[in-house]
């Protein structure tokens, strides 16, 4: 949001107010960064604090460059350090100056490690910490920091932090950070990346097996204002090389990524996808095991059926003229769960995870179409069913 005229003034004492009523029932006023940037909310005639975030972020791009608004004197009291490193966070960007202003410790964080102060925003904001409690975490060190806010929290971790490239700092981006220190995946295989960019992040998580994709490197040059935007502008070429995988370590192809690696285009490897396709196709077994896979956690319905050994993969993959076959040893590991859907029309689903944590995969019809929000909405209603059972 940029604070325009109408929106904001200064007035003596060196405090700032935003104005929104005129859309909102919001009145804010801002205390000078000497004072620790303190917000109060105008409550009947009266300034009450308020302790949470308004996320209305003062330090961006157009404020530090436009003296023609109040913002732009407002904010020039914080150094001018402290402001280029916060232009990089919009979420709870208020919480992490209030932070800064208050504890030196705070303010050395956000020098070093500023997503790591991020994380620590986001219990301030959620009413989880006060500040007595952040001047006690911010004391530790910073695997310490990192254990006390996602339990867990390594040497790995924190350099992974220290990595990171953001977009623009939003609440999805923080999240994507979030899972990938809790599941374990920080980024292990990117060691050598100098800067690793936060929407390669969530196309790993998305797609694990691309961390070995040599186009990788050219997806972190992009720029995009989403993380939705980079993934779907990524989807196609990163969706075959996850499914042209698969096939490979079905068909024990030796060197896979070097043999991927080596194709020029994408047309190229969709020739190599439809070529390994019709050999898993024509594959009868699989050599290591003909053994039934194991029970998928979430039961099937009178519309919705588990597919349950490799032979019936197989058929599920020619029958619907796309290449499911390929995630047997997905499956194997536990890690996805195919189902075959009947109704409202006929599709392959996949689920990955389990418990409160399982979520759609892939899901597609005859020749990889995307399936009608009827059966889209069907098979969501269904998986909400099993997850509220959880809960009681």
Known sequence: MILEQPVNKNICGGNFYIDIRSHLDV?????????????????????????????????????????????????????????????????LQTTMLQLSARSEKALELLTDIPILLWLIAEKVHKRNWSMEKCEIVLAKKRKSILKEILDT???????????????????DELEVIKTAILEGK?????????AIPVQIIALLHRFPNLSEA????????????????????????????????????????????????????????????????????????????????????IPGNENIFPVLTFEDLLAEGKLMHHCVGGYVNKINSGDSYIYRVLQPERATLEIIG?????????????????????????????LENYKNKLIH
């Open 27 to 91: 009145y804010l006023k801002y205390s000078p960064w000497e004072n620790g940037l303190k917000i109060y909310r105008c409550f009947e005639n009266r300034w009450e604090p308020e302790d949470r975030d308004p996320d209305l972020p003062l330090v961006n791009e157009v404020h530090v460059n436009s003296p023609n608004l109040p913002v732009y004197n407002f904010i020039k009291q914080i150094p001018h350090e402290i402001r280029s490193r916060i232009l990089s966070f919009n979420h």
């Open 153 to 171: 929290g390594t040497k790995a971790d924190v350099k992974f932090l220290k990595k990171i490239k953001l977009m623009h700092g939003e609440q």
């Open 186 to 194: 920080q980024g292990g295989h990117l060691k050598h990346w100098h």
């Open 214 to 297: 040599a186009f990788l490197k050219l997806i972190a040059t992009k720029m995009y204002d989403r993380i939705a935007d980079g993934i779907a502008d990524s989807y196609r070429i990163c969706k075959l090389w996850d499914d042209i995988y698969h096939m490979g370590s079905v068909l024990n192809i030796e060197n896979l990524p070097t043999v991927l690696n080596q194709t020029k285009s994408v047309d190229a490897m969709q020739k190599i996808h439809d070529r390994w396709m019709e050999r898993l196709h024509r594959k009868e077994t699989i050599i290591s095991t003909g053994k039934s896979f194991r029970q998928p956690p």
């Open 354 to 382: 389990h418990g409160r944590n399982a979520r759609i995969g892939e899901f597609r019809r005859l020749y990889n179409q995307s399936p009608s929000n009827r059966t889209y909405l069907m098979v969501t209603h269904w």
